[in-house]
Antibody, heavy 118, light 110 residues
Framework: EVQLVESGGGLVQPGGSLRLSCAAS????????MSWVRQAPGKGLEWVAN????????YYVDSVKGRFTISRDNTKNSLYLQMNSLRAEDTAVYYC???????????WGQGTLVTVSS | QSVLTQPPSASGTPGQRVTISCSGSSSNIGSNTVSWYQQLPGTAPKLLIYSNNQRPSGVPDRFSGSKSGTSASLAISGLQSEDEADYYCAAWDDSLNGPVFGGGTKLTVL
């Protein structure tokens, strides 16, 4: 059974940093693209970033370029999202997702809430 | 503002058939496959349809998907109260190198 468990969310001040983690199990982590997708309170889904199997390719939505960094450790079956220079508009539930061969999520974690507020 | 366009709401009575539309462009739906997700209140999204019209194991055949050109649709037949949820379409976007989502459709079972 595929399981994705996020951690690391919390309350942070504007301009602060946070690192999200996602522990994956139930599938061969090193053979799949992975993504982070977020959902602001009461809003829809927004793809944030994705990373290739070996970490050699990474892509980001424009609004987080230069501030967020996606990474992975295939030896630990883990996905990460380093978030710097956080803004109020980054407040959201952040989901870790396994991507299928079309590049779209097929399994999602339960999400971790990030709140950016003073 | 979402890249893919969905109606914000839809409704139906138990047993009815409802459809939810999703409109995109040549860089996403027009050249890639479409997925649909169901999000029950307070939970993570769940894959409902992939590759335009394929159902993952465990998804009832009451749910079906189709795609034509730069648009797609999700149909739910034999509507049930437990189908009340938010539904999102998605497709890979060639210009973003990532998936784009619709704004979501809130389905109400009357």
């Amino acid at each position: 059974e595929v399981q994705l468990v996020e951690s690391g969310g919390g309350l942070v001040q504007p301009g602060g940093s946070l690192r999200l983690s996602c522990a994956a199990s139930g599938f061969t982590f090193s053979t799949y693209w992975m993504s982070w997708v977020r959902q602001a309170p009461g809003k829809g889904l927004e793809w944030v970033a994705n990373i290739k199997q070996d970490g050699s390719e990474k892509y980001y939505v424009d609004s987080v370029k230069g501030r967020f960094t996606i990474s992975r450790d295939n030896t630990k079956n883990s996905l990460y999202l380093q978030m710097n220079s956080l803004r109020a508009e980054d407040t959201a539930v952040y989901y870790c997702a396994k991507d299928d061969t079309s590049g779209q999520p097929d399994y999602w974690g339960q999400g971790t809430l990030v709140t950016v507020s003073s | 503002q979402s890249v893919l366009t969905q109606p914000p709401s839809a409704s139906g009575t138990p047993g009815q058939r409802v459809t939810i539309s999703c409109s995109g462009s040549s860089s996403n739906i027009g050249s890639n496959t479409v997925s649909w997700y169901q999000q029950l209140p307070g939970t993570a999204p769940k894959l409902l349809i992939y590759s335009n019209n394929q159902r993952p194991s465990g998804v009832p055949d009451r749910f079906s998907g189709s795609k034509s050109g730069t648009s797609a649709s999700l149909a739910i037949s034999g509507l049930q109260s437990e189908d009340e949820a938010d539904y999102y379409c998605a497709a890979w976007d060639d210009s973003l190198n990532g998936p784009v989502f619709g704004g979501g459709t809130k389905l109400t079972v009357l």
